[in-house]
């Protein structure tokens, strides 16, 4: 079955990415449930009583069937509904067992007497730098408006554009992808410049709820007039809609990205899908963003509140790997 959307969520556009760990029994039934990441508006509570109704189908491991942990992700796309998402099946490593915590999403079996099955099994290690999953596109705080918007002006530029776009909490897309608001766009206070590493004409597509949006396009040529160029548009408004807003990056990277959490159990997700440990992510090992683009990275810990931050990746951000720090209050 699928999550009850909250109507008051629903009605309001709110978005989100639910990401549960669940303790599958043998019978595949939800035995624990772990929240991983939350998302606001009532989701995080629908997603969990949804789950708690689900049959998993159970991992097996040698023709037994085992208990195990499986990662769940439940996204919240403001739209109802339509169909069922398919369950995912639950398969456990086959790896000598150890000692150390086990990190976000990989399955654990409990020891189990050797008379009744065979040993315990161990989740592989986390991946390496060089096996790590490709970081996903961000996500915006609202469904696209689906409209082509109304035609505005074409800016020529060799490299750069300023997003000087009205109101500045704007969602932007460009080429189709969506990269953050104008605000972080605006070559001030924080913001970068956004920066072009194709020549030839780029779409852009800028809206807000309770605004029209606009298209506009950006030609990037040789032959233009200077390296930057400022954007400067103005969404009209048309109804009185609520939305949340984005704050400025707190760090602006040209993709490394190094990770320092006084909690060893801390977890990180980005752009609302787990990563694993944030331990894994030093200064020798960073974790590499993609770019341009403004990530939500979530580092959550048990007991302590989540962490939400937005990193700006541009390639006019300084040179060299950017490192946040985290200290997760222990009282």
Known sequence: MQPDYPPDALRRRVRGLVVLRVLVSEQGLPLEIEVVVRASGGLTEAAEKAVRQWTFEPAVWRGVAVRTW????????????????PLPAAEPSRTEPAASPLPAGEPTVPPVPPSSAPAPIEPSPVPSAARRPD??????????????????????????????????????????????????????????????????????????????????EIDVADSAGSDLVAVEELLERSDRLAFPRLARPVAATRGPLALSISRPDALVAVNGTPFGSASDFPAAAPLVLPGPAVH?????????????????????????IVQIRISFDTR
């Open 135 to 216: 970081v996903p596109r961000p996500v915006p705080p609202e469904p696209p408006a689906g409209d082509i918007g109304s035609r505005r002006g074409v800016y020529r530029t060799r490299r750069f554009a300023r997003i000087a776009i009205a109101p500045d909490q704007a969602r932007i897309w460009i080429d189709g992808r969506y990269v953050g608001i104008a605000n972080d766009w605006d070559d001030r206070g924080g913001g970068l410049p956004l920066d072009f590493d194709r020549k030839g004409p780029h779409s852009l597509h800028a809206e807000l709820p309770g605004y029209r949006s606009i298209e506009a």
């Open 296 to 320: 939500e990275l979530t580092i959550s810990a048990p007991g302590a509140p989540v962490r939400t931050l937005r990193i700006a990746v541009g390639s006019a951000a300084p040179a060299g």
């Open 70 to 85: 499986l990662p769940v992700r439940i996204p919240f796309e403001a739209v109802a509904f339509a169909t069922p998402t």
